[in-house]
């Protein structure tokens, strides 16, 4: 059913403030049959009907593009008068992974096709007395905020009246409303913990493995005071690494003298550990987290090799516990959707779950972004302004991926108007046959990054300057080619492949060194990188003997700056589009060592990078999608293992 024009956008005052908790409710009146809340907010939200908590999270949107839950409640609904309760955090701050608009609440509540209660100014609300709101306390840049819960404030407002509530506030806004497209996540049972270190009023406990979900605790004071809940991946300091360089990885509960039992169910934790401080002892029954995942179909895939088989069950792991809303970089530091990311994560998911929906719902989501220069922004959804710009051109790849696997047309011809003003904003900036560095005047603006590696990552200062990568216009030729290849899918007309060809050719002048047979990452400064190479063969800038040469030295000792595990698919598919037969031994090979020394090492999960959690200045993620890439690979060369 549709909205009707009697719900109207509330909120708990008309000043709202950063980092804010409302409480709403209502009631209804419930004779049978089928009943459902239409829901949506900026920026979270809890529900509960008859004080039973029945689902929370609100879609991660844009203001101009707002998604909203359909929500069966039937069954938590009595005859006669029901209760709706809504607690609505307000975050008012921008995020890598959140694009801020007014803060707002709008619901209506049907039964059999009648609207039974609806969000307006006579709905009840106030701020919320339990959650310190303005406390602002930043986990990460990409999480957002943390909080602090004071249980000692708790009243009973989600089952019975309680003072402080008052009429709403109207919200000036008319934004158009999209049902979420994708499905919620399912919660799971709370994991069983081990208390595996215990000094004072100090407690460390282990899930046993790494897990996506919400906290939960109970514990037992003898008076009020206040803890501390850490969370993170490993314990290679003694402790939970919860405090780095712009990152405090934890909580603050106040408990109550006697039982305080706390879930939060609007924030999720990507941990093994969980580790809690306490001013006074006290007694704690348990101290986990709830499981959240998106329901996927798990294809089953049996292997003789027993390595072979671990790899991959890790790897379908890692790829679960990436995606939630959206598909994520990783659940500890960041839960970003990023077009690179995403593409390694998109398209092993189209062998291990047949997944279509998420990826078709996703790249959609991606095209809903609003720069002024077409490019997508470095994290969907943000309005931070700052861009990858070869991550865009990743996105055109995911697209063309998409198309080919699902068979399914309708998302390429939705966003082909956003993809070609998107490859106009490069194909514009071509000087004298190739594209530059994007440079803005504006901070942070543009970061011309390709790799994790050393003349590869943005950060040198000739990054920063007008010049040449091969990097980006091995991309930019790869993204025109598949945007060919879209464009006649479509029956469009289309001469991106003829500037493509061109593309090529002076890629080769620019960037290739005849002496050393390989192509350079820069031109006029040198380097070179496994990556460029593989891209230069992938884009066709390399080809006969020159391509068979380079892949002679990619599967063989070098000294070649080497891919870092998200870009090593590139050079395995460089190696395989050469000669698969001949190469398809050495990526199984590599696969396998690469892999078994995370595995050798504990990992329950794949990691960002090889050196584990000392990579990223001892931030590096211990569960990380792009790093997936041995399901696709174990599929692709299957009759070779």
Not at 190 to 198: F, G, P, Q, V
Not at 440 to 448: L, R
Not at 462 to 479: M, R, V, Y
Not at 584 to 598: D, G, H, Q, W
């Amino acid at each position: 059913m549709t909205w009707t024009n009697a719900s109207k956008w509330i909120w708990i005052n008309s000043e709202p403030q950063e980092d804010t908790y409302g409480e709403f409710v209502s009631s209804f009146e419930y004779t049978g049959g089928n009943a459902s809340v239409k829901l949506s907010v900026d920026s979270n939200y809890v529900l509960y009907v008859n004080g039973s908590f029945v689902t929370s999270e609100q879609y991660p949107d844009y203001p101009h593009y707002k998604v909203y839950d359909d929500i069966d409640i039937t069954k938590f609904c009595n005859a006669g008068t029901n209760r709706l309760a809504i607690l609505a955090w307000y975050y008012g701050r921008v995020f890598m992974t959140h694009y801020p608009g007014k803060a707002a609440l709008r619901f209506e509540v049907c039964c059999d096709g009648e609207t039974v209660a609806f969000s307006d100014e006579t709905t009840l609300s106030r701020l919320s007395t339990t959650y310190e709101n303005g406390l602002c306390h930043t986990l990460t840049p990409q999480l957002g905020f943390g909080y602090h819960y004071d249980a000692t404030k708790e009243d009973a407002w989600i089952y019975c009246d309680e003072p402080g509530f008052s009429k709403s506030f109207l919200v000036d806004q008319n934004l158009p409303l999209h049902k979420r497209a994708i499905k919620k996540t399912i919660i799971g049972k709370r994991t069983a913990t081990k208390l595996i270190k215990h000094d004072k009023n100090y407690y460390l406990y282990d899930i046993g493995y790494e897990e996506v979900g919400y906290l939960t605790l109970k514990v037992a004071s003898e008076s009020k005071q206040k803890i501390k809940v850490c969370f993170g991946e490993h314990i290679e300091d003694g402790m939970v690494r919860s405090t780095l360089p712009w990152r405090d990885f934890f909580f603050e509960i106040t408990v109550k003298e006697g039982t305080t039992e706390y879930t939060n169910y609007m924030r999720r934790l990507g941990c093994r550990y969980l580790e809690l401080h306490a001013e006074e002892p006290l007694e704690i029954e348990f101290l986990s987290v709830l499981p959240c995942a998106y329901p996927l179909n798990k294809i089953p895939k049996t292997f003789k090799n027993p390595l072979h088989q671990k790899i991959y069950d890790v790897a379908v792991r890692t790829l679960e516990l990436c995606l939630h809303d959206h598909y994520e970089d990783c659940p500890w530091r960041e839960q970003g959707l990023y077009a690179m990311d995403s593409r390694n994560q998109i398209i092993c998911g189209y062998y291990a779950f047949k997944e279509y929906a998420v990826p078709r719902d996703n790249l959609y989501l991606m095209s809903r972004g609003d720069r002024d220069d077409h490019l997508l922004s470095i994290c969907i959804p943000t309005s931070f302004d700052y861009a990858i710009p070869s991550f865009s051109l990743h996105y055109i790849t995911e697209i063309y991926e998409y198309t080919l696997h699902s068979g399914d047309l309708t998302l390429a011809k939705e966003v082909l108007p956003e993809l070609r003003l998107l490859i106009k904003s490069f194909t514009d900036r071509i000087e004298n046959g190739l594209i530059g560095n994007f440079i803005s005047d504006k901070s942070p603006g543009y970061w011309n990054f390709y790799e994790w590696r050393e003349g590869l990552n943005g950060y040198g200062e000739e990054d920063k300057k007008p010049g040449f990568s091969a990097a980006l216009n091995c991309l930019l030729s790869l993204a025109l080619q598949r945007l060919e290849k879209i464009c006649e899918l479509l029956g469009e007309e289309t001469t991106y492949g003829s500037i493509a060809e061109i593309l090529n050719s002076e890629i080769h002048k620019a960037f290739f060194d005849e002496k050393k047979g390989l192509y350079t990452n820069k031109a006029d400064i040198g380097g070179y990188s496994e990556l460029v190479n593989a891209l230069a063969i992938l884009c066709g800038a390399a080809t006969g003997e020159i391509a068979e040469n380079i892949c002679q030295m990619l599967a063989s000792d070098n000294d070649l700056t080497k891919v870092s595990l998200s870009m090593a698919c590139f050079k395995y598919d460089a190696l395989l589009q050469v000669n698969e037969a001949k190469y398809a031994p050495f990526v199984i090979s590599n696969l396998e060592t690469v892999y078994k020394k995370m595995l050798d090492a504990g990992a329950t999960s794949f990691w960002e990078d090889e050196e584990g959690a000392e990579a990223f200045a001892k931030a590096g993620s211990l569960c990380h999608g792009w790093s997936a890439m041995p399901v696709y690979f174990f599929h692709r060369l299957e009759q070779y293992l």
